[in-house]
Structure formats: C-alpha cells, structure tokens
C-alpha cells in the first residue's frame, strides 16, 4: 500500500477544509502520458467508488483506483513547500526515472 508522510497528511486536511469538502478524498491515479511515460493525477473528489482502494493516515483520506495499484504500491506520499513551490511529492519504488517536474515517472 502507500503511506503518507505527515506533511501530506496535513496538506490533504487543509485542502478539504478550504473547499468544504467532508466526504471523498485526494485522488491519486496513475495514466499514460507525461515526458516520461506516466504522470501522477491528483485532485480531490467528493465521492468514493465501490472499487477504490482508500488509505486513511490521521483523519486524512486518499483514494486510488485499483488499476493504478501496481504503479503506487510502496509509493510514499509527501508535501513540500519551498522556493518553487509547493505540492505533493512522490516517492515511488516503482518509477525507474522521472521527470524533473517529478509529476511523470517511468
């Protein structure tokens, strides 16, 4: 399964609060396309599907479609924040390169 790193635990809290948001959850999916060959989807939804598999850290919900479990399992979620930004990061044991956006891996 995927863990979640305290910093995305907050971040995902935070980000249903701003949008009102008490049901559903972050929505990680894994598609084709990116520069790399897939790119990490990630957006909340206010609803979860009969089939998804939901990881719960601390009040924090994240939901993930079963076909893209084999491209996330091991995968560790985080949050940075810093000088160019902020957004979730990817620790992925199953990309063998990424992108330098970090949001495409291969």
Do not use: H, W
């Not at 949008?19 to 084709?32: D, F, N, S, T």
């Not at 491209?71 to 979730?88: A, N």
């Amino acid at each position: 399964m995927i863990v979640l790193s305290e910093a995305a635990v907050a971040a995902v809290k935070d980000a249903m609060v701003k949008a009102g948001q008490l049901e559903g959850g972050l929505r990680i999916l894994v598609k084709e396309g990116g520069c790399a060959g897939y790119q990490y989807v990630v957006d909340l939804d206010t609803e979860q599907r009969a089939d998804d598999i939901v990881v719960e850290a601390d009040g924090a919900r994240v939901l993930i479609d079963p076909g893209s479990i084999p491209r996330l399992q091991g995968m560790t979620l985080g949050y940075r924040r810093g000088l160019e930004g902020e957004g979730f990061t990817f620790e992925n044991p199953n990309a063998s390169s990424t992108c330098g956006c970090q949001k495409s891996f291969a």
